[in-house]
C-alpha cells in the first residue's frame, strides 16, 4: 500500500456520536489506496470498528474535497480525512 503517514481524521454529527464524541483523531495510514471505498473500509473497521455498521453511508472528504469514486488516492503527512453521515433537515 505504501509508506505510513500521519492524518488528521474529523467525524460529524452521527460518526462523532458512535465514537464516544471524539470530533478528530490523529492515524498513522498507508499513503496509497486504491479507492475511496477501500480507505473508508479500512478506517470503519481497523481504526475506528464503532463506525463499521454505518461505513455504507458515509462520505469521505480529503482536504476538504468530497471524494467520490475517487480512484488511487495518496495521503500525504498532515492530510485531513473527513467522514460526513448523511446530512437532514432544511
Given at each position: 500500500?505504501?509508506s505510513?503517514v500521519?492524518?488528521?481524521?474529523?467525524?460529524?454529527a452521527?460518526?462523532?456520536?458512535?465514537a464516544?464524541?471524539?470530533?478528530e483523531?490523529?492515524?498513522?495510514?498507508?499513503?496509497?489506496?486504491?479507492n475511496?471505498?477501500?480507505?473508508?473500509?479500512?478506517i470503519?473497521?481497523?481504526?475506528?470498528p464503532a463506525?463499521?455498521e454505518m461505513k455504507?453511508?458515509?462520505?469521505l472528504a480529503?482536504?476538504e474535497?468530497y471524494c467520490v469514486?475517487?480512484?488511487?488516492?495518496e495521503l500525504?503527512?498532515?492530510?485531513?480525512?473527513?467522514l460526513i453521515?448523511p446530512?437532514?433537515?432544511?
Amino acid at each position: 500500500m505504501g509508506s505510513d503517514v500521519q492524518i488528521k481524521l474529523l467525524l460529524f454529527a452521527a460518526a462523532k456520536e458512535r465514537a464516544n464524541g471524539e470530533c478528530e483523531r490523529w492515524l498513522r495510514l498507508a499513503s496509497k489506496w486504491r479507492n475511496d471505498h477501500e480507505l473508508r473500509d479500512y478506517i470503519c473497521t481497523q481504526s475506528l470498528p464503532a463506525l463499521n455498521e454505518m461505513k455504507s453511508t458515509l462520505a469521505l472528504a480529503i482536504n476538504e474535497e468530497y471524494c467520490v469514486n475517487c480512484d488511487s488516492i495518496e495521503l500525504k503527512n498532515g492530510d485531513t480525512v473527513a467522514l460526513i453521515p448523511p446530512i437532514t433537515g432544511g
